[in-house]
């Protein structure tokens, strides 16, 4: 005869018991936390790598065209010097916190529970992802604030291609003695201190920069960055969404002693 720890073994190995073993572990995934890792991990790498290339860029930018004295940006050169190493701190961060909200999703899913009957939900459990809500909900609150100062470069390049093209197309009409009143100015987006000089450029000049390549090249980085800070921030809220439900689901089970 055949034991029946035998015949289980055999269940387990057949099509069918393979097929049902598929279809459980597919199921213990938490395909939200999982699609918000991912858009965050894919996020914070356009943010981290066009945002540090960018302000590279920029501070050579700014040195060719806006300011004549080394003394006159000085700040933004400190501020892109240590911002840089911000960035290197944040994608550290959001690579581990990535990882620790998706194995709270892992462990939050009903599906997981389900699947394993002996595991239990407990008050450290449940005041886990209450703490982790609360941390999501802050840091996506930071990150709205970080995503509206990241729009401020890419709105002074827009503004800056438009003025261009304006100069182009007066430069073509009868109207071409206006175009020298068509201008540039850095201090108004925050770049320079109102006492830089030139701090700004008009006409022809302005023309001419926007047919560089380092116009094009810190133009497309700093879309890229915004781009980033974009998808992280939907990132965040999904993830806010995802642990408010598996908490809700813990909070639920608690009360009636489901065992998990």
């Not at 393979?18 to 918000?36: E, F, K, M, Q």
């Not at 006159?72 to 911000?86: C, M, N």
């Not at 800056?160 to 197309?169: A, D, L, T």
Request: aromatic share 18%; with cysteine; charged share 10%.
């Amino acid at each position: 005869g055949v034991d029946e720890k035998t015949i289980g073994v055999l269940i387990y190995y057949s099509p069918t018991g393979c097929y049902d073993c598929c279809i459980r572990c597919l199921g213990a995934v938490p395909y939200t936390s999982l699609l918000a890792t991912l858009l965050c991990y894919t996020g914070v790498a356009l943010f981290c790598g066009g945002g540090h290339e960018a302000l590279t860029h920029t501070r050579t930018f700014v040195e060719l065209y806006f300011a004549r004295d080394v003394q006159d940006f000085t700040v933004l050169a400190d501020f892109i010097k240590y911002f840089q190493y911000v960035i290197y701190g944040l994608a550290s961060f959001f690579f581990l916190y990535g990882l620790l909200l998706l194995a709270e999703g892992f462990y939050t899913t009903s599906a997981v529970k389900q699947t394993f009957g002996e595991f239990r939900s407990t008050k450290f459990g449940r005041c886990l992802s209450l703490t982790f809500i609360i941390l999501t909900y802050v840091l996506a609150v930071i990150w709205l604030v970080v995503f509206g100062f990241t729009a401020i470069p890419v709105l002074f390049f827009i503004n800056m291609e438009s003025s261009c093209h304006k100069v182009n197309i007066l430069s073509e009409t009868t109207l071409f003695n206006q175009q020298a009143r068509v201008c540039m100015d850095a201090r108004m987006y925050g770049f320079l201190p109102w006492n830089a000089v030139p701090g700004i450029v008009c006409g022809n000049t302005l023309a001419n920069i926007c047919k560089t390549p380092e116009f094009y090249v810190t133009y497309d980085l700093y879309i890229c960055a915004f781009a980033g800070a974009g998808i992280t921030l939907l990132a965040l809220f999904i993830y806010v969404v995802a642990t408010t439900y598996n908490y809700a689901v813990l909070r639920f089970l608690g009360r009636k002693g489901i065992r998990c």
